[in-house]
């Protein structure tokens, strides 16, 4: 299994400019967890989803941010407009739903800079 | 409410003495508690889980965890540091009686192993 993929790995943009980010889960799986890493704020929880469904997005920082996902295997976080405070380190994460508690799968994130 | 706390930002051991990382918890009812780690520029990696039953719980790598209830701790620990344990570990929390799959982490602890 390829684990989880996302891209794309870097993104460098100017503020203002829309960004999205696109993530892969783990084939079968189907709980999906968007997270924000950065210095000072450490590993935070943006948005789940559970089959396809936005279960908690109490984390989305602002109305800027936006998370979708259509179908089982895709899933985006978008940006819009961009600012430099959103620089961070972005994973997304797959589990399963079921009888768990079962451990989430990192994806190796995308580093986004704003300029 | 739920929480993680990991009290140290960084812990530093010589190669090959024994390791213990610090994490303690806060759900209301039983906890399943997490253990991942974190290599530079990659995502996290589960390390091991408790759920119930054995307190001791062995995971990959080598490393373990002992759950204490009456203390609302899980450490991980290592008898014998490698400096390929250097990295960031996050201990992250989820009180079993919850329905959703979000998990909380703590800040992280950098753990130094010197040569």
Same mark, same amino acid.
């Given at each position: 299994?390829?684990?989880?993929?996302?891209?794309?790995?870097?993104?460098?943009?100017?503020?203002?400019?829309?960004?999205?980010?696109?993530?892969?889960?783990?084939?079968?799986?189907?709980?999906?967890?968007?997270?924000?890493?950065?210095?000072?704020?450490?590993?935070?929880?943006?948005?789940?989803?559970?089959?396809?469904?936005?279960?908690?997005?109490?984390?989305?920082?602002?109305?800027?941010?936006?998370?979708?996902?259509?179908?089982?295997?895709?899933?985006?976080?978008?940006?819009?407009?961009?600012?430099?405070?959103?620089?961070?380190?972005?994973?997304?994460?797959?589990?399963?739903?079921?009888?768990?508690?079962?451990?989430?799968?990192?994806?190796?994130?995308?580093?986004?800079?704003?300029? | 409410?739920?929480?993680?706390?990991?009290?140290?930002?960084?812990?530093?051991?010589?190669?090959?003495?024994?390791? +213990?990382?610090?994490? +303690?918890?806060?759900?209301?009812?039983?906890?399943?508690?997490?253990?991942?780690?974190?290599?530079?520029?990659?995502?996290?990696?589960?390390?091991?889980?408790?759920? +119930?039953?054995?307190?001791?719980?062995?995971?990959?790598?080598?490393?373990?965890?002992?759950?204490?209830?009456?203390? +609302?701790?899980?450490?991980?620990?290592?008898?014998?540091?490698?400096?390929?344990?250097?990295?960031?570990?996050?201990?992250?929390?989820?009180?079993?009686?919850?329905?959703?799959?979000?998990?909380?982490?703590?800040?992280?602890?950098?753990?130094?192993?010197?040569?």
């Amino acid at each position: 299994d390829a684990g989880v993929i996302q891209s794309p790995r870097h993104e460098v943009t100017e503020m203002g400019q829309e960004v999205t980010l696109r993530c892969k889960p783990i084939s079968g799986h189907n709980s999906l967890f968007w997270y924000r890493q950065t210095m000072m704020r450490g590993l935070e929880l943006l948005i789940y989803f559970n089959n396809n469904v936005p279960i908690d997005d109490s984390g989305m920082p602002e109305d800027r941010f936006s998370a979708k996902m259509p179908n089982a295997s895709f899933s985006t976080l978008k940006i819009q407009p961009s600012e430099p405070r959103d620089s961070a380190v972005y994973f997304c994460a797959s589990s399963v739903v079921g009888q768990g508690p079962y451990e989430q799968y990192f994806g190796p994130g995308t580093r986004l800079t704003v300029t | 409410a739920q929480s993680v706390a990991q009290p140290e930002d960084q812990v530093n051991v010589a190669e090959g003495n024994p390791l +213990t990382v610090k994490c +303690t918890y806060s759900v209301s009812g039983n906890p399943y508690l997490f253990w991942y780690v974190q290599y530079p520029n990659r995502g996290l990696q589960f390390l091991l889980k408790y759920i +119930t039953g054995d307190n001791l719980v062995k995971g990959s790598y080598g490393f373990e965890a002992e759950f204490n209830k009456s203390q +609302t701790s899980f450490h991980l620990k290592k008898p014998s540091a490698l400096v390929s344990d250097s990295a960031l570990y996050f201990c992250a929390v989820r009180a079993a009686m919850n329905r959703d799959d979000k998990i909380i982490f703590g800040k992280g602890t950098r753990l130094h192993i010197l040569p």
